[in-house]
C-alpha cells in the first residue's frame, strides 16, 4: 500500500459503513458516557506498514493485561478529541505528539463500562520505526502488527460478548502469541470493514 494509498483511504474512512460497530454500539448504550479517545497508530517498520499496540501493565486495577490501542480519557485541558489521543500516546510510549499526522475521527464505540471511546487515525511521519519508552506504569509491552493483517477481516475469529443479560458474537484478532479482543478488537475490525469499502469504491 502506498503512502498516498494510505492516507487518502485515512482520509475518507470515517465516511464508509461498519455493519459490526453499528451491530455492538446498539447493543452497549450505557446511559451515563465518559468520552475518552485512542490513537490507531500507524508506522512504516521493516519496509511495511505496521499498527502500534501496548500490553497493559500488570499493576493496573482495570484491564490488566489486555491489549489496547494507545488512548484514554478526554481531560478540560484538551483541545479536542485529537490532543487527548496524542497527549496519552506520548504519555505511554514516549512518542512526541509531534510526530504524528492525524485524520478524522471514526465514529465512537461504546463500552459496557460506560466510556464513548473516539478513534483517531494517525501516521507516524518519519521514514523508520519510532523509537519508543513505554511507561512502567501503564504499558508492559509495545508491538507491532502488520497493517494488512489488521485490515483483513478473514484474520478475525468470533467470541460471545455478554451485556445485560444478552449476548452477541464480537470479533476477536489472534496474532502471533497475542489474542487482540474487546474494544481494541472490535475498534480494528471496523476499520477493515471499512477498509473493504473503500476499495470496492475506487
Known amino acids: 500500500m502506498s503512502p498516498g494509498h494510505l492516507t ?6 470515517a465516511a464508509y459503513p461498519s455493519d459490526k460497530e453499528n451491530l455492538r454500539n446498539r447493543f452497549i448504550q450505557p446511559q451515563q458516557r465518559c468520552e475518552a479517545a485512542v490513537l490507531l497508530p500507524v508506522v512504516c517498520r521493516q519496509q511495511q506498514w505496521q499498527l502500534l499496540l501496548t500490553r497493559r501493565a500488570d499493576t493496573l486495577r482495570h484491564h490488566t493485561g489486555q491489549v489496547a490501542l494507545p488512548g484514554g480519557r478526554w481531560e478540560p485541558q ?25 485524520f478524522p475521527l471514526l465514529p465512537p464505540h461504546y463500552t459496557p463500562s ?23 506504569d501503564e504499558v508492559a509491552e509495545i508491538f507491532y502488527v502488520p497493517l494488512y493483517t489488521v485490515l483483513d477481516t478473514t484474520a478475525y475469529r468470533s467470541r460471545p460478548l455478554q451485556f445485560n443479560g444478552s449476548s452477541i458474537d464480537a470479533p476477536v484478532l489472534p496474532y502471533l502469541h497475542y489474542n487482540i479482543w474487546g474494544l481494541t478488537a472490535i475498534i480494528l475490525y471496523s476499520l477493515a470493514e471499512r477498509y473493504q469499502a473503500y476499495c470496492l469504491d475506487k
Open 78 to 102: 484538551d483541545a479536542d478529541f485529537n490532543q487527548t489521543a496524542l497527549r496519552e500516546t506520548e504519555e505511554e510510549t514516549g512518542i512526541s505528539a509531534a510526530a504524528w499526522q492525524t
Open 114 to 136: 460506560g466510556y464513548e471511546v473516539h478513534p483517531v487515525p494517525a501516521l507516524y511521519t518519519a521514514a523508520h520505526a519510532p523509537h519508543t519508552v513505554p511507561n512502567p
Open 8 to 13: 487518502d483511504f485515512f482520509n475518507r474512512a
